[in-house]
């Protein structure tokens, strides 16, 4: 059973999701020998573009927020998965710890670590939720918009040399972070021997790049397309990096303004291949981004040469107030999907290697 989105259709089947339903048979066991030699993440969330003419991954994230925005339809799916992922990890599981981010007050968030609480709950696990914040003492309950409750409690360090991490008379087999560790690995999280956490450390933003990521992702686009006799293009966002830069100080323009250039230049060739007659764009995105700081559209490398301060200020910054000194430049998918006439991409969510749901 696999959630379908409710996008619309406005004419015939395109050519591109034709080669998909034509051939999901050769898809799925593709993949399937894809899983065997590789182990999914314990849970993801993707967002797409779908151009008509080509369909991509333009962002992926390890530490999944958004549950909360699931249709309550794919629940099963979810427990099921989380239920198959937690036995390949830890079969004899009982205690599973949840660390969110460090929110009190965005509702919309806290949702989310209810919901994903629940799913957890109804896989047979005891689950609690641990929390980072060092003004959370003791157990602290919060009332959420939708009626919810949610029970945050200090984290601490148990057994002989405080090698595991848990709560107050909770001693879990499985620590499931919920934080994408932009500023750092928190003391509490570090040297741990003896429990399973996932997503890895290595995982978090203060070590992963986005621009690793699609390097990787496009061996992974270029074996799919062989596979199914496709222009990988088709499928992979093309993408450059600059490794230098400072916003406030105007340092590595040239270098952002080059690979701009280049990047639109290459894909400008595709359009004229493809015959199609929009006009490219570019995204520049912080490298080591998330919350969608740090972000902006191009069309033409001029556009990053003599940025305003207003603009500057907003690329130069993310999460947590870190400076961007990396960006990857990349290929800019329009889209077809709509929500009240505004712009919209869907966001696929995955749990092991199964689609669990979208919005």
Same mark, same amino acid.
């Given at each position: 059973?696999?959630?379908?989105?409710?996008? %619309?259709?406005?004419?015939?089947?395109?050519?591109?999701?034709?080669?998909?339903?034509?051939?999901?048979?050769?898809?799925?066991?593709?993949?399937?020998?894809?899983?065997l030699?590789?182990?999914?993440?314990?849970?993801?969330?993707?967002?797409? =573009? #779908?151009?008509?003419?080509?369909?991509?991954?333009v +962002?992926? !994230?390890?530490?999944?927020?958004?549950? !909360?925005?699931?249709?309550? &339809?794919?629940l099963?799916?979810?427990?099921?998965?989380?239920?198959?992922?937690?036995?390949?990890?830890?079969?004899e %599981?009982?205690?599973l710890?949840?660390?969110?981010? !460090?929110?009190?007050? !965005?509702?919309?968030?806290?949702?989310?670590?209810?919901?994903?609480?629940?799913?957890?709950?109804?896989?047979?696990? #005891?689950?609690?939720?641990?929390s980072?914040?060092?003004?959370?003492?003791?157990?602290?309950?919060?009332?959420?918009? +939708?009626?919810q409750?949610?029970?945050?409690?200090p984290?601490?360090?148990?057994g002989?040399?405080? =090698?595991?991490?848990?709560?107050d008379?909770?001693d879990? *087999?499985?620590?499931?972070?919920?934080? +994408?560790?932009s500023?750092?690995v928190?003391?509490?999280?570090?040297?741990?021997?003896?429990?399973?956490?996932?997503?890895?450390?290595?995982?978090?933003?203060h070590?992963?790049?986005?621009?690793?990521?699609? &390097?990787?992702?496009?061996?992974?686009?270029?074996?799919?397309? /062989?596979?199914?006799?496709i222009?990988?293009?088709?499928?992979?966002?093309d993408?450059?990096? *600059?490794?230098?830069?400072?916003?406030?100080?105007?340092?590595?323009?040239? *270098?952002?303004?080059?690979?701009?250039?280049?990047l639109?230049?290459?894909?400008?060739?595709?359009?004229?291949?493809? /015959?199609?007659?929009?006009?490219?764009?570019?995204?520049?995105?912080? +490298?080591?981004g998330? @919350?969608?700081?740090?972000?902006?559209?191009?069309?033409? &490398?001029?556009?990053?040469? /003599?940025?305003? =301060? =207003?603009?500057?200020?907003?690329?130069?910054?993310?999460?947590e107030?870190?400076?961007?000194?990396?960006?990857?430049?990349?290929?800019?998918?329009?889209?077809?999907?709509?929500?009240?006439?505004?712009?919209?991409?869907p966001?696929?969510y995955?749990?092991?290697? @199964?689609?669990?749901?979208g919005?």
């Amino acid at each position: 059973m696999v959630p379908h989105l409710k996008t %619309a259709l406005t004419g015939p089947l395109l050519e591109l999701e034709k080669r998909f339903l034509d051939n999901d048979t050769v898809i799925e066991q593709w993949l399937r020998g894809a899983w065997l030699e590789h182990t999914p993440p314990f849970y993801a969330s993707v967002d797409l =573009r #779908n151009a008509g003419f080509k369909l991509a991954p333009v +962002d992926t !994230n390890l530490f999944p927020g958004g549950f !909360n925005n699931l249709n309550p &339809a794919f629940l099963p799916l979810c427990v099921q998965a989380a239920m198959s992922a937690v036995e390949k990890i830890c079969p004899e %599981a009982k205690n599973l710890l949840l660390v969110p981010e !460090n929110h009190t007050r !965005n509702q919309f968030y806290l949702q989310n670590v209810a919901r994903l609480a629940n799913i957890l709950h109804y896989t047979g696990l #005891n689950v609690r939720i641990g929390s980072l914040l060092p003004e959370i003492t003791a157990p602290t309950t919060l009332d959420l918009p +939708d009626g919810q409750k949610l029970t945050l409690e200090p984290l601490k360090r148990l057994g002989e040399g405080g =090698r595991r991490l848990g709560l107050d008379g909770f001693d879990p *087999c499985m620590v499931l972070l919920n934080n +994408d560790l932009s500023g750092g690995v928190p003391e509490l999280l570090q040297g741990l021997h003896e429990q399973f956490v996932l997503p890895p450390l290595h995982a978090g933003w203060h070590v992963r790049r986005k621009s690793a990521h699609f &390097a990787a992702y496009q061996d992974v686009a270029n074996a799919f397309a /062989g596979h199914l006799d496709i222009d990988p293009w088709l499928i992979n966002p093309d993408f450059a990096v *600059c490794g230098k830069i400072n916003f406030h100080e105007r340092t590595g323009e040239e *270098c952002l303004a080059a690979n701009v250039d280049t990047l639109l230049y290459r894909m400008r060739q595709k359009y004229q291949e493809y /015959g199609i007659t929009e006009k490219p764009f570019v995204i520049v995105k912080a +490298d080591a981004g998330t @919350y969608g700081m740090g972000i902006m559209t191009v069309y033409d &490398a001029a556009e990053v040469k /003599g940025l305003s =301060r =207003r603009q500057r200020n907003k690329m130069a910054v993310v999460k947590e107030g870190l400076q961007v000194t990396e960006v990857m430049i990349q290929e800019g998918v329009p889209t077809y999907d709509t929500v009240d006439e505004g712009t919209a991409e869907p966001v696929v969510y995955m749990i092991d290697r @199964y689609v669990v749901g979208g919005f």
